[in-house]
Structure formats: C-alpha cells, structure tokens
C-alpha cells in the first residue's frame, strides 16, 4: 500500500514538471519510492544512458539509495542489476535497454570538480540540502540529454537555507513539483513505530524532523532541567575521559561512567587560563587528567582533534589511550540532546561549570546557518565530544538522524 504523495512521486515522470522536491520528516517514505521512481523512469525512457545517483558522501548514497533499491523484490523481478563498486556504477538491464547510474558524493565544495564532464539524462539527488550549492548546479548543468528531470529529497533546515531560499519557495518559477511529506504519509509505519520516533527528538530537532518544518534554531542549545542532574555515581562501569583543550580559553575535562544503561559524568576539572592570569603547560594539565582519572580504569581519554600537541603527550606518556575526538557540531549536539531527552547522559551534581553552561549555552540566531554562540561551551564541547565519538557507539539505538548517523 502507498500513500496519495507516494503515488505522485509515481506520477511525476509523466508530468509537465522538469523536476521534483520532496521534503519534510524523517521516515516519511519519499526516498524509497522516489528511488524507485527515477529507475522507473530512466529505463522506460532511455537506454544506454549515464545518470546521476548523488548523496551527502559516495558512502551514505550506497547505503542510502543503492543498497535499499537494488534489495527490492519488485526490482530484482523487473530488471537485472550488476553493481561495480569500485568504478561506482550500478548497470540495470531489462532485455535490450541498458542504462549506467553512477554514484557521488557532495560532501564540500572540491566535489563540484568530480561531476564535471558527465552528461547526465537525470539526477537524483538525496538530502541536498547537506550539499554545497556549487555541487548541485553542477549536478544540474550535466543533464543535458533531451528530456532529463531532476530528483531532490531533503529533510528541513534553516529558513534561510540556499535551497529553502532558492528552490522550494521558487518551485512555481522552476517547474518544480513541490510535495511536502511527514510520518503519517507512510502507511508502512504503525502507530506504535510513529510514536517512537516522536519520542526520540526534542526542541529544533523535533520541529524539523518530526513536524518537517523549516524552522531556525534560536533559544538555548540544549533542553537540560533537573531530570538531568544525579546525585548517584554508579559503583562501576566503564571509565573515560573527554577533553576540550583551551590555553587562554578554558581547558575542561570531562570523567564519565557508563553503566550499560546511563553515562554519568561523574567528575569534572575546569581551568582558565584567562580569568587565572596563569597558563598551564600540557604536561601540567596531564598531571591534572591524573588527578581526575585517580585509580580508575580509563578506557580512553577522547581530546579535541586540533589539540595535537596535547594528544602526543597522553600518547607519550603511554598510560592511557588517547582519540581525537569527532568534532562535528550539529550531529553532535543532535545526539548530546537525545542522550539528554531519553535519560541516557547524567550529570553529577558536583559538576558545576558543566550545569552553568547548559544554562548559558545558545544559538546564534544572527547566523543564517546553524551555529552556537562560541562561548560558555568549554565542558559542553568536552561533554559532546565523549557523546558523539564514544557514547553513540555503545548505546545500541537505532539511527534516528538519518542525514547524519550515516555519513
């Protein structure tokens, strides 16, 4: 069974429209069938054709469009497919029509360069709006071969986002066929499933993703109240250690405890050079770690990627293990308020700079793009860093910012 908007995805190739912009929630079931759509589409229409299969990353378009696609049983029973992974083609046959999809990543602005010289009979983009501008007019210039359409499905963003701005408020002006979708539009999902992924999303996140709304980030970053503050530390559990490294700014250590259910930080160290008058050495701040670490047995001590000097002393020292952290922002905090929301992170009651920041920390709603106020985010950084290249891993929970978790 499909949906209304599912069926018009169907029918858009038949349409006077040039291209198609599906948008809206997570989970609304506009990927699968807008893939299954454009295949569809390309082999009743061409044959010995290149088209374009393009998403955030060359990897998260095989796991995003390819992999689902080519596992379909109505697509194995209509046409015959050979993936070549290493030349990043998929070829699909049905007798004498034979047309080539190949895959790309637009993951920065170099990626333009990779799309160059293609001649495309259509384009597929996924989650455009993760892609910079310049990809996507590249994209869109190779599809030069009569008749081509193009193919864009994204989850919301910034009002003020290029594509917002430039393609879904002028879809009239492109010919564009402009379908907004939410969960209740995929009849696959059941009520039970709907209401657990309403659950997973809180503030921004729950407006975007849930709501499918184009909403800007504004207020305070992290919904954080006393439900989050503990006053127990488990008796157990597996010991690491997160660090945002600053000189003048402050350094800040975070020491955390997960139990298999609950990370807690359980301690904390905070330094100012600036407000001290005094700066720190890093063999200084190493006796520090010692002294917060104690006799516990840290699994790892994860530090900010750019403080490299620091990390060559944990590493020279060779009593702990050390990990650059992995410092992307807003899927770090998309995950930091989750853990938050459902009562996976905890934070002691003695952390008192960590607890003053989740108060003092913001959105610049200046900015046209999403991005906190650099300030008052020394532990939230360490606290992030710790949830996104350690915590995330060990959690078990499904994938629940698509755009993001599979990168």
């Not at 049905?94 to 009979?121: C, H, M, P, W």
């Not at 990370?263 to 010692?290: F, P, Q, W």
């Not at 793009?369 to 710790?386: A, C, G, M, T």
Request: aromatic share 12%; hydrophobic share 35%.
């Amino acid at each position: 069974m499909i949906s209304e908007k599912q069926k018009k995805i169907l029918a858009f190739p038949y349409s006077k429209f040039d291209l198609i912009i599906c948008d809206g929630s997570v989970r609304s079931g506009k990927t699968s069938i807008m893939s299954v759509s454009f295949v569809n589409w390309a082999m009743e229409n061409y044959s010995n054709q290149l088209f374009g299969l393009c998403g955030k990353t060359v990897d998260s378009c095989w796991k995003n469009l390819v992999i689902p696609l080519t596992s379909m049983t109505y697509i194995h029973e209509r046409y015959s497919i050979k993936i070549k992974r290493a030349e990043k083609i998929v070829e699909i046959r049905n007798g004498e029509v034979t047309n080539y999809f190949e895959i790309f990543g637009g993951k920065d602005e170099g990626s333009a360069a990779l799309i160059q010289g293609r001649t495309f009979a259509g384009v597929l983009l996924d989650e455009v709006a993760l892609m910079p501008e310049s990809f996507v007019n590249q994209a869109l210039a190779r599809c030069s071969v009569e008749g081509a359409k193009m193919w864009f499905s994204c989850n919301p963003d910034n009002p003020q986002h290029w594509f917002y701005v430039n393609w879904i408020q002028n879809a009239k002006a492109r010919n564009a066929l402009h379908l907004h979708f939410t969960m209740r539009d995929n009849p696959s999902l059941s009520e039970k499933t709907l209401e657990r992924y309403e659950s997973m999303y809180s503030g921004v996140f729950y407006k975007r993703y849930i709501l499918g709304e184009w909403v800007a980030a504004e207020g305070l970053v992290y919904d954080f109240g006393e439900d989050n503050i503990t006053d127990d530390i488990p008796d157990s559990g597996e010991y690491a250690v997160s660090v945002d490294y600053g000189t003048l700014n402050p350094f800040a250590a975070c020491l955390w405890c997960w139990d298999g259910k609950t990370a807690t930080m359980i301690r904390e160290y905070y330094y100012s050079g600036r407000n001290e008058h005094a700066n720190k050495t890093d063999e200084e701040y190493y006796v520090e770690l010692g002294k917060l670490i104690g006799d516990l047995p840290v699994s790892a001590i994860v530090v900010d990627p750019s403080a490299a000097n620091f990390i060559e002393v944990i590493k020279r020292h060779g009593k702990y293990k050390v990990r650059k952290a992995v410092n992307d922002v807003i899927p770090g905090i998309a995950t930091v308020q989750r853990y938050l929301h459902d009562g996976t992170i905890k934070i002691h009651r003695s952390c008192k700079n960590c607890i003053r920041e989740f108060g003092l920390y913001r959105w610049d709603e200046k900015s046209n793009e999403d991005k906190p106020i650099k300030d008052s985010d020394h532990v939230l950084d360490s606290l992030r860093y710790y949830t996104f290249t350690l915590l995330r891993r060990k959690v078990g929970k499904e994938p629940y910012i698509p755009l993001y978790e599979r990168w």
